[in-house]
């Protein structure tokens, strides 16, 4: 079991590592949506800077001062989505291989400072089930409770 734990976690860390690649090393808290429906894989991700909810096309506007710009270029928005899209999968054939069930929903939240990492996983049809929904509605609605909460 450990096995299984320990690749299950190395897949969530390189999740983790390619947003905070994308940011530069310079976020408060990391957050990304990771679902897999049957056949369906879909992730988002977004950031806590400066005590705001952003995300990965909006960095510059919660610059301070004279912060250095972010690259925001789609190609990099694309370039990461793409490797949540391939770990996300990785995650999929580890649980087949280890005859586990797989998650339909992640929600990871990594906090840079402290390398605080907490997950929550759903193992029922999120969206799937809802002709109305989509896993990018569910992202963009855990964005939107974020944002309104309290901060921090």
């Known amino acids: 079991m450990k096995e299984f734990e320990d690749k299950f976690s190395a897949l969530q860390a390189d999740m983790v590592s ?8 310079r976020a408060d808290q990391i957050y990304i949506y990771a679902s897999c429906e049957e056949t369906v894989i879909s992730s988002k991700f977004f950031y806590l800077i400066n005590d705001q909810y952003v995300k990965p096309h909006k960095l510059n506007d919660v610059l301070i001062d004279n912060d250095k710009e972010y690259d925001v270029s789609a ?4 370039m990461v989505l793409d490797i949540l899209s391939e770990d996300i999968e990785s ?29 929550e996983y759903k193992y029922e049809l999120v969206y799937l089930n809802d002709e109305n929904k989509t896993a990018s509605d569910i992202a963009d609605k855990w964005f939107k409770e974020l ?6």
Do not use: H, W
């Open 18 to 25: 390619i947003c905070l690649e994308y940011v530069e090393d």
């Open 147 to 152: 944002s309104n909460s309290s901060r921090v």
């Open 75 to 78: 190609k990099r928005q694309f």
């Open 91 to 119: 995650i999929k054939n580890t649980c087949k291989e280890y005859e586990r069930d797989m998650p339909t929903e992640m929600k990871i939240k990594y906090d840079v400072k402290s390398g605080e990492f907490t997950a």
